[in-house]
């Protein structure tokens, strides 16, 4: 479940309800995408900007968070006044997700960026640390899904069909007329989960990657 998930942008935070997620149990994939979709825009978005609000209140880690907490608020404006805003806004939900993640992992001062290789042998080095059970699909959920959004991809098929990854959203190698409202809630959710996903804060600091 988790796996075709993270396969197709979909985080699970620690909002997520747990009948929810046993309702997505031994479904297809095109099945899971409409619960999810429909989880999170019905209602005008009403999870979505539930969880939304959880972040923007507890964005802050360190003083020069502020700036980057100041974005999410604009965001946040913009998107209950239309949230069409999101096409413009993307970018600038990508650059907070790479800056929270740096920081999550104690290296916002450093040289080091959000990197899919480090990812990757750091699940392997903990896939099987003991830890209750929702704990291990939010912390293989998001490593999972950070994973497959990092992923470099091939810009030589043209923005027409290049997959929706960071790579090709801070170069510029996705048409834009492609966003759905769902893509860049996948974003904010992957920022939500990193910042409350505090088994992976804990480990990665207090080890090397």
């Known amino acids: 479940m988790v796996e075709n998930l993270s396969e197709n942008g979909w985080v699970i935070t620690d909002f997520f309800e747990i009948d929810k997620l046993l309702e997505l149990k031994g479904k297809s994939v095109n099945e899971m995408n409409e619960i999810m979709t429909d989880y999170y825009i019905k209602d005008n978005y009403k999870q979505f900007f539930y969880e939304f609000d959880q972040l923007i209140d507890d964005f802050i880690d360190e003083d020069f968070d502020l700036g980057y907490l100041d974005q999410l608020k604009v965001i946040r404006k913009l998107l209950e006044e239309n949230f069409n805003n999101y096409k413009v806004l993307i970018s600038t939900a990508v650059s907070i997700l790479d800056f929270k993640y740096t920081e999550v992992i104690g290296l916002v001062s450093t040289d080091n960026i959000l990197n899919r290789r480090d990812i990757k042998r750091y699940f392997q080095r903990h896939k099987d640390d003991e830890r209750p059970a929702i704990d291990y699909i939010t912390f293989s959920s998001l490593l999972k899904t950070l994973d497959a959004f990092l992923e470099q991809g091939h810009f030589h098929v043209g923005v027409e069909h290049t997959h929706l990854t960071r790579h090709a959203i801070q170069h510029g190698r996705y048409d834009p007329s492609r966003y759905k409202d ?14 409350f996903c505090t088994d992976i804060s804990f480990r990665l600091i207090k080890c090397s990657i």
């Open 182 to 195: 769902t893509d860049f809630i996948k974003v904010i959710l992957l920022i939500i989960a990193t910042r």
